[in-house]
């Protein structure tokens, strides 16, 4: 069996089992050595939800060429928190947040906001959604936004409102920004 079928097959059992055959077929590319078995990768819950968003956009998005979105982008942010064991709850659609607050910025710096569309597909009950594209020229000011602005100033508002204390502290570490937790107020019961 070819290798990229391997991983595409994997990939229909579980994304556990695809990370795994994923690593076996880097393993043995690079190395010419036999992998070494290992226990598959155990995935939080919440980490299903964007493997699977990720694997639905492999399969179903093709990008028109010169162009790119907000969902690609924001992998590489999920993927450093990941890295320091942050698993996001599956309702904080990170890469709605950004999109929205990107759009908005666009807005107020006076560029044009009608941009092309591409359909984003969930595996859940949202279905298909529509979501923006853009072009290239304004991937390095994106990038930047993202880490000056974003990052910084609106990112820690928007999570904190889906992790608990604890997670806010390992979020912190890892991006390098307080994020201070929410507490909720119990109601008194009369």
Same mark, same amino acid.
């Given at each position: 069996?070819?290798p990229?079928?391997?991983?595409?097959?994997?990939?229909?059992?579980?994304?556990?089992?695809?990370?795994?055959?994923?690593?076996?077929?880097?393993?043995?590319?690079?190395?010419?050595?036999?992998p070494?078995?290992?226990?598959?990768?155990?995935?939080h819950?919440?980490?299903?939800?964007w493997?699977e968003?990720?694997?639905?956009? %492999? *399969?179903?998005?093709?990008?028109? !060429?010169?162009?790119?979105? =907000?969902?690609?982008? &924001?992998?590489?942010?999920?993927?450093? #928190?990941?890295?320091?064991?942050?698993?996001?709850?599956?309702?904080a659609?990170?890469?709605?947040?950004?999109?929205?607050?990107?759009?908005?910025?666009?807005?107020?710096?006076?560029?044009?906001?009608?941009?092309?569309?591409?359909?984003?597909?969930?595996?859940?009950?949202?279905?298909?959604?529509?979501?923006?594209?853009?072009?290239?020229?304004?991937?390095?000011?994106?990038?930047?936004?993202? %880490? *000056?602005?974003?990052?910084p100033? !609106?990112?820690?508002?928007? =999570?904190?409102?889906? &992790?608990?204390?604890?997670?806010?502290? #390992?979020?912190?570490?890892?991006?390098?920004?307080?994020?201070?937790?929410?507490?909720?107020?119990?109601?008194?019961?009369?």
């Amino acid at each position: 069996m070819h290798p990229k079928l391997a991983v595409s097959f994997a990939m229909w059992l579980s994304p556990e089992f695809e990370m795994m055959v994923s690593e076996w077929v880097e393993q043995w590319l690079f190395t010419n050595q036999k992998p070494a078995i290992q226990e598959p990768i155990k995935l939080h819950p919440y980490q299903r939800v964007w493997y699977e968003r990720l694997r639905l956009f %492999e *399969e179903k998005t093709k990008l028109p !060429k010169g162009r790119w979105c =907000v969902f690609e982008e &924001v992998g590489k942010l999920m993927r450093n #928190l990941e890295s320091n064991n942050v698993s996001l709850h599956d309702r904080a659609t990170i890469d709605i947040s950004v999109g929205r607050t990107w759009c908005h910025w666009l807005k107020q710096n006076g560029y044009e906001t009608d941009f092309e569309q591409y359909i984003h597909h969930y595996p859940d009950k949202r279905g298909e959604q529509l979501a923006n594209i853009y072009p290239y020229k304004l991937l390095g000011e994106f990038h930047q936004w993202l %880490e *000056e602005a974003y990052i910084p100033e !609106k990112f820690p508002e928007y =999570v904190r409102k889906f &992790v608990t204390s604890e997670e806010c502290k #390992l979020i912190s570490e890892a991006i390098g920004y307080e994020i201070k937790p929410v507490f909720k107020r119990l109601k008194a019961k009369i």
